[in-house]
């Protein structure tokens, strides 16, 4: 059974939405995604090439964590998320998924 990554990209038309979006992500909000079942997180800035892009990265322990972090944590947090950064924003934000693939 392979380890999960989920991975959300923002990428902002405004860079100074950026600090209030890794404000938000670092204060509190990783940390949700991890008591809902994810084994770590952290938020990733792009500076080379520097760009308004902000990639957020969680670890889970197996698909099956996964669709239960989706099923009963995530909604409450994608509707806090939306509330503050969705669309009326102007931030483009995609979700990716994938299995780990550690070396030997």
Do not use: K
């Amino acid at each position: 059974m392979s380890m999960i990554e989920y991975s959300v990209r923002a990428t902002f038309p405004d860079p100074a939405m950026i600090q209030p979006y890794l404000d938000w992500l670092t204060g509190g909000h990783i940390q949700e995604v991890i008591e809902g079942g994810a084994l770590c997180g952290h938020a990733v800035l792009q500076t080379d090439p520097p760009a308004p892009i902000v990639v957020s990265r969680y670890r889970f322990p197996s698909i099956a964590a996964y669709e239960t972090y989706v099923a009963q944590t995530a909604p409450r947090l994608r509707a806090d998320g939306l509330a503050r950064f969705g669309p009326q924003t102007g931030i483009a934000m995609e979700r990716t998924l994938g299995a780990v693939h550690e070396p030997n």
